[in-house]
T-cell receptor, first 119, second 108 residues
Framework: QVQLVESGGGLVKPGGSLRLSCAAS????????MSWIRQAPGQGLEWISY????????NYADSVKGRFTISRDNAKNSLYLQMNSLRVEDTAVYYC????????????WGQGTLITVSS | DIQMTQSPSSLSASVGDRVTIACRAS??????LHWYQQKPGKAPNLLIS???SLRSGVPSRFSGSGSGTDFTLTISSLQPEDFATYYC??????????FGQGTKLEIK
C-alpha cells in the first residue's frame, strides 16, 4: 500500500534552516508529481510547493518562495523540502502528499511532521 | 490567484441529519474541485475528486456536485464518524493549488 513517511521536523529558531524528508513506498515514485502542504496550529490547509516527476517543474506559494526549495531523488524514492530563513509563521505540521496524475488532487498524505519556529 | 470560499465555517448537526457544505471559487474552475475530510490530529483524506467522483471505499452517503464556480458536498445521513472538518481544493490552476478555509462539522 502507498506510504509516505515524513521526518526532519523539530524546533528551530527564527532565521534558521531545516530539511524535511519524505520516504515513499508502495507505488512507482518516479511516475508521480509530489507536493508539500502545511497546516498551522488550529488553522486550515495551505499548499506550499510542488515538483514534477522529472523535477523539471517546481512551483511555490508566495509565502515560501525564495526561502524553501523542493527536491526529489527518484532513485531513493524520496522527497525533500529545504527550508531557510524560517519565520515564526512557518510553524505548522508539514505533510508530504502525492498528486494524482491528471486531475491534480492529493490522493495520499503522510502523517505529517511538526515544525516549530520559536526563539 | 483563485480563492476558494466555503460556507458555513462551522455547522452543528445531529446523527441522521442531511448536511450540505458549499464551496465557491473566485473564477470558473470546471470540475477541478476536490473534497477532503480531516479528523483531529490526523492527515486529511480524499473523499471526492473532480467534483462528484466518490473515492473507492468512501461511504455512499457522501456525494458531491457542481461545476464552474459553485460546488456542494452532501452527507445524506450523518454518522458519528462523520464529525470532522471538511475542505474543498481547486486544481484548475495547477501547479498552484488552493483550499477553502474549512467547515467544521460538530455534533449538536
Amino acid at each position: 500500500q502507498v506510504q509516505l513517511v515524513e521526518s526532519g521536523g523539530g524546533l528551530v529558531k527564527p532565521g534558521g534552516s531545516l530539511r524535511l524528508s519524505c520516504a515513499a513506498s508502495g507505488f512507482t515514485f518516479s511516475d508521480y508529481y509530489m507536493s508539500w502542504i502545511r497546516q498551522a496550529p488550529g488553522q486550515g490547509l495551505e499548499w506550499i510547493s510542488y515538483i514534477s516527476s522529472s523535477t523539471r517543474n517546481r512551483n511555490y506559494a508566495d509565502s515560501v518562495k525564495g526561502r524553501f526549495t523542493i527536491s526529489r531523488d527518484n532513485a531513493k524514492n524520496s522527497l525533500y523540502l529545504q527550508m531557510n530563513s524560517l519565520r515564526v509563521e512557518d510553524t505548522a505540521v508539514y505533510y508530504c502528499v502525492r498528486v494524482d496524475i491528471g486531475r491534480d488532487y492529493f490522493d495520499y498524505w503522510g502523517q505529517g511532521t511538526l515544525i516549530t519556529v520559536s526563539s | 490567484d483563485i480563492q476558494m470560499t466555503q460556507s458555513p465555517s462551522s455547522l452543528s448537526a445531529s446523527v441522521g441529519d442531511r448536511v450540505t457544505i458549499a464551496c465557491r471559487a473566485s473564477q470558473t474552475i470546471g470540475t477541478f474541485l476536490h473534497w477532503y475530510q480531516q479528523k483531529p490530529g490526523k492527515a486529511p483524506n480524499l473523499l471526492i475528486s473532480a467534483a462528484s467522483s466518490l473515492r473507492s471505499g468512501v461511504p455512499s452517503r457522501f456525494s458531491g456536485s457542481g461545476s464552474g464556480t459553485d460546488f456542494t458536498l452532501t452527507i445524506s445521513s450523518l454518522q458519528p464518524e462523520d464529525f470532522a472538518t471538511y475542505y474543498c481544493q481547486q486544481s484548475y490552476s495547477a501547479p498552484m493549488y488552493t483550499f477553502g478555509q474549512g467547515t467544521k462539522l460538530e455534533i449538536k
